[in-house]
């Protein structure tokens, strides 16, 4: 593969397919450039490898209970696979989520051994498709906020979408080099992932670097804030701890620091950032956009897990404490987790009462989660693209998804107890494998799913393709959201009313009343 920096030499995953691994998109972000912007990739002599996945961003480690460094500043790679035949290939560009501090390319840290869970795209290859997954900075080292000093009204931030977008560019000038169409770029992404394809569609320096996206679980609900003002106050906290607190050599000084030394008040603090808006790469946040605000108008695929809360369930239980089945431990509870008030924890009650839950706690929390943090943002944020973006709504509802990638994963479900009566159902993240996923016959996928699994790659291949997700040969007609139809991916793949979806799970009853 000759690129603009030089002669990478890949090798074979099957005799059709071929991959590149660990292809540098910038300079490594050290020393001088930490907390910068990034800058293209020197160029080199010779031949360079590419059969090794580069190094994780630096973050602790997922599947180590207790606080485990891990990766390396060295981190701005992407790993292209493409068909072995020659052709011109439309692109895929997968974003990964786990919530702007922790994940990597290829899901190497959160998949099996083989990476058969999420790792290998072999399905949408096959299908026609180079398929390209990037890495990108993470917690303080790509969201820290800073104003610059000398100018009052500039700030820094969201280095890691600054990275999102250097790679964008890289695969853009690259394209011809691995048989991609640099015009038919679709990037799409679960959860952080999916919030980053949100947010690119949002940032006028964004545009021209892609021409659709899909966003899966990804999406600012109503707690989350980009706000400047609080995102410069809480860089200033991290920069205190870190021994930094003279404005006018705040940068110099962070850029002294160790990583180890960084990521350290980082987990002290419980760093968990979103992308920072009200500077020049992202003016206003996506969920606040008016007709009269930028959005690219590229078409999209936007969707959600019907019982995404469920991913959270076993979290909330091991961080606050196994919940009591009770009316008064489902008010501590609300409380507790959700920090509403006692007027607004009654107000929720009346409209998840404990007792069409099983009378169960955390089913009722799980249901509030899903509802509120991601299927009526969804709906939203859905209503309001249809207005110029043509768009595709999915809900995911396998409620019999397999699982079994997040018990042996995650210390944090295999060490505990999951709660009595629980099953992840359609959680959040559970939809990725059916995409992305391996050998699903091997991952305890039933005949029934491994079709669904191979329709919604075809969805997801042919929307990238041509824009519109609907293949010749499959009948069912996936309708745009202009026609108030939301598709279905369960047992049986339908077309849903809007209104039916809204009724599901409260929203314009309650979280989007007089919205």
């Not at 670097?209 to 706000?227: A, E, K, M, P």
């Not at 944020?381 to 997040?406: C, E, G, M, Q, W």
């Not at 669904?452 to 075809?458: E, F, P, S, W």
Request: hydrophobic letters at 35%; aromatic letters at 12%; proline letters at 5%.
């Amino acid at each position: 593969m000759n690129t603009t920096e030089g002669y990478y030499k890949g090798e074979f995953e099957s005799p059709s397919i071929i991959s590149f691994k660990g292809v540098s998109y910038a300079k490594p972000p050290i020393k001088d450039l930490r907390f910068e912007n990034p800058v293209k990739p020197d160029s080199f002599s010779g031949t360079k490898q590419a059969n090794q996945i580069g190094a994780v961003c630096p973050q602790f480690d997922p599947n180590q209970l207790l606080p485990t460094m891990i990766g390396d500043e060295d981190c701005l790679f992407l790993n292209i696979f493409r068909p072995s035949a020659e052709g011109e290939y439309p692109v895929m560009v997968w974003i990964h989520g786990g919530g702007f501090t922790k994940g990597d390319s290829m899901h190497s840290l959160h998949g099996a051994e083989n990476l058969s869970w999420y790792g290998q795209p072999y399905r949408l290859v096959d299908s026609g498709i180079v398929f390209i997954s990037i890495n990108y900075r993470l917690g303080v080292f790509g969201f820290l906020a800073s104003r610059d000093p000398a100018e009052e009204d500039a700030a820094n931030s969201n280095y890691g979408l600054s990275d999102q977008q250097q790679a964008l560019k890289w695969i853009r000038n690259n394209a011809n080099s691995f048989d991609g169409d640099p015009n038919n770029i679709t990037i799409f992404g679960e959860s952080s992932g999916g919030l980053s394809v949100l947010t690119h569609f949002s940032m006028p320096s964004s545009d021209g670097l892609f021409n659709r996206g899909i966003i899966q679980s990804g999406i600012y609900d109503y707690s989350q804030s980009s706000n400047l003002d609080d995102a410069v106050a809480l860089g200033k906290i991290i920069s205190d701890e870190l021994g930094c607190t003279k404005l006018s050599e705040q940068k110099k000084c962070l850029k002294l620091k160790s990583k180890e030394e960084i990521l350290t008040v980082q987990h002290q603090l419980n760093y968990s950032p979103y992308p920072v808006a009200g500077i020049n790469t992202l003016e206003i946040n996506p969920l606040k956009i008016s007709d009269t605000d930028f959005f690219n108008s590229a078409d999209l695929i936007v969707g959600t897990n019907s019982e995404e809360g469920n991913f959270f369930t076993p979290i909330n239980e091991f961080t606050y404490g196994n919940s009591e089945n009770s009316e008064l431990g489902y008010s501590l509870v609300l409380k507790r987790q959700l920090s509403l008030d006692n007027s607004t924890v009654e107000i929720v009650k009346t409209v998840y009462p404990l007792i069409s839950h099983d009378n169960t706690t955390h089913k009722a929390l799980s249901k509030i989660i899903t509802d509120a943090f991601y299927a009526c943002p969804t709906l939203k944020l859905s209503r309001n693209l249809r207005k110029k973006n043509k768009v595709y709504f999915y809900t995911f509802d396998d409620r019999n998804a397999p699982y079994a990638h997040i018990l042996g994963t995650w210390p944090i479900y295999s060490n505990i107890p999951l709660p009595d009566k629980f099953n992840f159902g359609a959680s959040h993240t559970l939809e990725i494998s059916y995409v992305l996923g391996d050998k699903l016959d091997q991952l305890g996928f039933s005949k029934e799913q491994i079709l669904l699994a191979n329709k919604m790659t075809d969805y997801w291949s042919t929307f990238a393709k041509f824009g519109n997700p609907n293949f010749s040969h499959d009948t069912f007609n996936w309708n745009t959201f202009d026609q108030k139809k939301i598709l279905s991916l369960g047992d049986t793949i339908i077309n849903i009313n809007e209104a039916e979806f809204s009724i599901n799970h409260n929203c314009d009853n309650f979280w989007l009343f007089n919205q």
